[in-house]
């Protein structure tokens, strides 16, 4: 394996072990954000789940610490905001959160849908926190993802987004439910919601189509 395979692998590894990560801390009532953002030392948990997921993915545990050099560096790049805050994260696309007990491909459902929050890269921070938080706390929908300040040669300009996702789009009471909440946080300029029909279809904004189910 060539250095550029190895580097693009370590990338991937880390991507899948901070999924991981979330959801084994999220299964004991933590999260990671949580435990970051309030500075908590939980070092010793972080190596017991590494060590379980090594033993799970002996290969992707082997190229993680290739690109970091050590265990330690992969935990103090996380406490520095990697996977947490979306300016800070440079090895993943998105930043993932789930509301509890909800399935990790709910958001991939057929039914599944989401409102579209646009924003300057300035202002993605702050906006996920109230999206991330307001989705851990069950207030929200089904699950969220923000884009990261890691290049994504998918996009069309610098705008970040950040996706809030409802289980079922033909459920309006719900779906606007989340609307409304949406604007209770302070998203109160029009958004347009999509349906993951179209998504899968690869149906995107252009000139005269409209891919957006709900404006509100």
């Not at 545990?61 to 290739?66: D, F, S, W």
């Not at 950040?162 to 033909?170: K, L």
């Given at each position: 394996m060539d250095e550029v395979d190895t580097g693009a692998l370590g990338e991937v590894a880390y991507g899948l072990f901070e999924l991981t990560l979330n959801a084994r801390l999220s299964g004991k009532n933590n999260?990671?954000?949580?435990?970051?953002?309030?500075?908590?030392?939980?070092?010793?948990?972080?190596?017991?789940?590494?060590?379980?997921?090594?033993?799970?993915?002996?290969?992707?545990?082997?190229?993680?610490?290739?690109?970091?050099?050590?265990?330690?560096?992969?935990?103090?790049?996380?406490?520095?905001g990697e996977g947490v805050i979306p300016s800070k994260t440079t090895y993943m696309y998105w930043i993932v959160q789930d509301a509890p007990d909800i399935r990790p491909d709910a958001i991939e459902d057929e039914l599944a849908g989401k409102w579209l929050i646009f924003l300057p890269p300035e202002l993605i921070d702050d906006a996920w926190k109230l999206v991330r938080d307001a989705t851990a706390d069950r207030t929200l929908g089904i699950s969220a993802k923000v884009s990261t300040a890691k290049e994504n040669p998918d996009s069309r300009d610098s705008?970040?987004?950040?996706?809030?996702?409802?289980?079922?789009?033909?459920?309006?009471?719900?779906?606007?439910?989340?609307?409304?909440?949406?604007?209770?946080?302070?998203?109160?300029?029009?958004?347009g919601y999509k349906r993951n029909i179209e998504t899968f279809k690869g149906e995107y904004s252009q000139r005269g189509k409209k891919v957006t189910f709900y404006s509100a």
């Open positions: 999260y990671l954000f949580r435990m970051v953002e309030a500075h908590v030392d939980f070092k010793e948990e972080f190596f017991t789940i590494f060590e379980q997921f090594s033993g799970e993915y002996p290969q992707l545990a082997a190229a993680l610490v290739e690109r970091f050099g050590t265990i330690d560096a992969i935990y103090e790049k996380i406490l520095g705008m970040k987004v950040i996706y809030v996702y409802t289980a079922d789009w033909r459920d309006e009471a719900d779906v606007m439910r989340v609307r409304s909440r949406l604007r209770e946080l302070g998203f109160v300029d029009r958004l």
